[in-house]
């Protein structure tokens, strides 16, 4: 674990020679920062070492807790770390804020509504993590990486890809009008497990794909991008709040900026599944409709996964064939 340490001690003090004097936070006037793979690292190495306050994004939590999360966690990190101290991979990630006003939200609506239903494809035991070349959905809470830095156990995008965790350094709170992408995080460790039982495993070949360094784009970024969106909390998973006039137009902007095509995403598919349908409560079969909706709106194909959950998928594939021969347009 010392020789593990030392590692992020090394890359830490290489901050003052790598890093960009100023690095802006991102807003409505700066919507964009790219880093290189070494860079993100050195970032996330002080990380370690940052005053210890109540709202700074630190790993000092991580450090002062022996529970069984806790230590996976950092074992996902001292991968990562030991990683770029022996092999980092030669590239970059961007990360976006991406907005959609209400006008512009408003005006594609309008634009788009006689589209037909996009090219859907429902799969049971595929998971987003392991698809490449596409954009891949993080089902988010409003602020990125929810609880990965302390004791939340959702976002194990952010702990196999721990390049992720710099958009947190990045970004605010997503307002309704908002979501966040990220272009070219590398794969560094797979796992098994959810929640507590969690575990680190050594990348292996299912999540690797995404890692070739042939998709990479002329600004040196692996062709995966994953957006983050963050859903509505209800407090049942009964639907009666969940189709009211303003719940289905938030959740429809919200899924369409996510879905709105980024520069070299036009026509790669989006990859998502029951999007706030865990502690969020969202009824499934409608967030089906409302991402089938916003892919359509987008222009693009979409891929949903199940996760195991074979009778709703059903009705997913029931739902979908019907829509197919009715002529059912997104309006």
Known sequence: VLDQFANVVRIALSAEEI???RIYRLTDFVESATFSHVQCAALLARMFFKPKTSHS?????????DDELSIEKLRFLFAYFDRIATNPPKGCVSFRLKTVRN????????????????????YDQMVIEETALCTQIDFANEYLGGGVLKSGAEEIRFLM??????????????DDTQAISIVGAYVYSGYTGYANKLKWRP???????????????KYGRLRVET???????????????????DSLTREMKKAYTGFAQSEHFG???????????????GHKPLKFLIQLMAASIAGRPLQFCIFGDTVMGNKCRQMKRRLEMDNVTVG
């Open 19 to 21: 890093l960009p004097k």
């Open 57 to 65: 994004l630190s790993f000092h939590y991580l450090l002062e807790h």
């Open 103 to 122: 006008e512009e939200f408003k005006e594609e609506w309008i634009k788009n509504k006689c589209n037909p239903m996009p090219d859907v494809r429902i």
């Open 161 to 174: 890809c721990p390049e992720m965790i710099v958009g947190m350094l990045l970004t605010d709170k997503m």
């Open 203 to 217: 990348l292996s070949g299912r999540y690797a794909r995404q890692n070739d360094a042939r998709l990479r784009d």
């Open 227 to 245: 957006v983050a969106i963050d859903a509505m909390y209800f407090k049942t998973k009964a639907i009666a709040e969940q189709v009211t006039s």
């Open 267 to 281: 026509q790669i598919p989006i990859v998502t599944g029951f999007w706030g349908c865990g502690a969020f409560n």
